[in-house]
């Protein structure tokens, strides 16, 4: 038995699944996760000391890879001036300025723990900013764990969504409506119906957690221009995206390509944060001021704007900062996508795959998906047989078919190299 197989039944002996988060867990894939016992650049090394080139970049926050020097110095200053206060700090005002900064669509910032956290108390947020309890999503996008969001569609348009995890009451999920990324007939269709009653639409601006779908620009000016005509507000979910496609998120992608577009509520986490538990919700400045102390709204967290955390998120932001920091992460993401499809193809395999700065996706279909149902087409087995064949190579990539990838600014064009090679091999052997 390997140190990671005794771990893992350690685990699971004491922690249900033996994992805190279930996709940690393989049970898409099956196996034995391996148990990390240290990272730094873009490798971790595994209780049994594998290497591996790491792809997960711990769900999306390790933008620099592990232990950049920088971060690591920050992180131990602010340990020593102290862990937690429950008090203001001057960091927690330099990050939300420095978010603000980065993102136009916001004029004021509160600072949380979880991506959850930051979604949750923005819908609530927007329901009590315009007085009314409907909430639109779409099928595929993930908003953190919150109850009103673990729901899938209902039987068709008229009905409202079914809770998917136990414990969620019907009730709770009976205000949001669950409709299919992409279909603009159906947003037209579900705002003629219940545009008045609509507080809000939050969504996925480049899909991370259906793999790697983007809302098309004719979509994304949809949801904009309903959200105004009937005053529900735009809720952008960039927790993964933020920071990560490009520095001001995919809002200034879009922005690009239709003129004056602006969410109105922005969620944001993971590389904010650098690696450390920080997440963020911001917008208009009439809409923040609707929260607690200032407003009605309530919201509150003991750890908000942790000192240690907030330093950890400054340090990350500084370097990403670097001129031309995402063309280059950019540049080898397109590197290592390019070198896959490449080989899939050389071997006669269905193979796309797309990315923006440093998240991917690739698929084992012939063309790239544009909701939820076209992901899962994908066929789980032959995912299966990648993902295992890569982590024997010493490569790890997402545990499922439906979670999108990480290239960081430490990956280098060696581990490029050495990812495509591994690939190649499994490749040659799912062609057989
Ligand atoms: C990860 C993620 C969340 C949840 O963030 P946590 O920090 O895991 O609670 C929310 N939205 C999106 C788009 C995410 O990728």
């Known amino acids: ?28 894939v099956g196996g034995t996760p391996p148990f990390i016992a240290r990272a730094q650049g873009a490798h971790m090394w595994d209780a049994d000391e594998k290497r591996y080139i790491d792809y997960i970049g ?7 890879g592990h232990g950049h020097a920088d971060v690591l110095a920050a992180v131990r200053a602010a340990c020593e001036d102290g862990l937690s206060f429950g008090a203001p700090t001057e960091r927690e005002v330099e990050l939300a300025e420095t ?69 969620v009451p019907a009730d709770v999920v009976q205000h949001t409506l669950v409709l299919e990324y992409n279909n603009q007939a159906q947003l037209e269709e579900a705002f003629a119906l219940y545009g008045d009653d609509i507080a809000g639409l939050i969504m996925e601006p480049i899909a991370g957690n259906m793999n790697f779908v ?89 750890l908000s704007g942790n000192p240690v955390a907030t330093a950890c998120g400054l340090a990350t932001l500084a370097a990403i900062q670097a001129p031309g920091f995402h063309a ?30 440093g998240l991917f996706g690739f698929f084992l279909l012939p063309e790239l ?12 087995k032959r995912f299966n047989q990648l993902f295992h064949g890569l982590l024997e190579r010493g490569v790890y990539i997402a545990p499922a078919l439906y979670e999108a990838g990480f290239v960081s600014a430490a990956h280098t064009e060696a581990d490029i190299a050495a990812t495509v090679a591994a690939a190649r091999e499994v490749f040659a052997q799912m062609a057989d």
């Open 369 to 380: 998906p544009q909701n939820y149902t076209q992901v899962m087409k994908t066929d789980g």
């Open 99 to 167: 978010i603000r900064t980065l993102y136009p669509s916001i004029d004021m910032v509160r600072l949380v723990s979880s991506g959850t956290e930051a979604g949750m108390s923005a819908i609530r947020l927007a329901r009590g900013a315009t007085g009314r309890n409907k909430l639109i999503k779409f099928e595929g996008c993930y908003h953190g764990h919150a109850d009103s969001l673990l729901v899938k569609a209902g039987s068709g348009l008229a009905t409202f969504g079914n809770p998917t995890s136990a414990g």
């Open 328 to 357: 280059k992460l950019g540049d080898m993401t397109r590197r290592l996508m390019d070198g896959l499809t490449q080989a899939a193809h050389d071997h006669g395999l269905p193979f796309c795959a797309d990315s923006e700065g």
């Open 58 to 64: 711990s769900w999306g926050p390790m933008i620099l």
């Open 214 to 302: 983007r809302a098309t620009v004719d979509f994304t000016r949809a949801c904009q221009d309903l959200c105004r005509q009937y005053g529900a507000l735009l809720i952008y979910d960039e927790v993964m995206t933020g920071c990560r496609v490009a520095l001001g998120g995919a809002q200034s992608l879009y922005a690009q390509q239709i003129p004056g577009f602006a969410p109105d509520l922005t969620v944001l986490g993971k590389v904010i944060g650098g690696g450390m538990p920080l997440a963020a919700f911001g917008g208009k400045r009439a809409v923040m001021e609707k929260l607690a102390p200032l407003g009605p709204v309530y919201q509150a967290g003991t």
């Open 1 to 28: 038995m390997t140190r990671n197989d005794q771990l893992f039944n350690r685990a699971k002996q004491i922690i249900p699944g033996g994992v805190n988060s279930p996709v940690r867990a393989f049970r898409a």
